[in-house]
């Protein structure tokens, strides 16, 4: 059976820091493209950031340069690593797996079930 657990968020304050971590059961970790995207209650979910098998990355305008995505094959993990945090960075983010790392939710065939982040002002 195939999970994506995520771990890592809290209450942090505005300019503080957070790593997000997920543990993935997935058989052949390594070819699939991992990402995180987020939500607010009652919004739509919005891409964060993804990583490719081959380990390019890419990012939402609003985290470029706060937010680093990595992954470790070996343990079959990825990071989303948030610095200089702001209270509009709140939400549950939860971790994707799929073929292709884009920003598109459809495209996402695994789905933990998220962690919540609070960044107070």
């Known amino acids: 059976q195939v999970q994506l657990v995520e771990s890592g968020g809290g209450l942090v304050q505005a300019g503080g820091s957070l790593r997000l971590s997920c543990a993935a059961s997935l058989r052949l970790f390594s070819t699939y493209a991992m990402a995180w995207f987020r939500q607010i209650p009652g919004k739509e979910r919005e891409f964060v950031a993804a990583v490719s098998r081959s380990d390019s990355t890419s990012y939402a305008n609003a985290v470029k340069g706060r937010f680093t995505i990595s992954r470790d094959n070996a343990k079959s993990a990825v990071y989303l690593q948030m610095v200089s945090l702001k209270p509009e960075d709140t939400a549950d983010y939860y971790c994707?797996?799929?073929?292709?790392?884009?920003?598109?939710?459809?495209?996402?065939?695994?789905w933990g079930r998220g962690t919540q982040v609070t960044v107070s002002s």
């Open positions: 994707a797996a799929g073929p292709i790392g884009v920003a598109d939710t459809r495209r996402y065939t695994f």
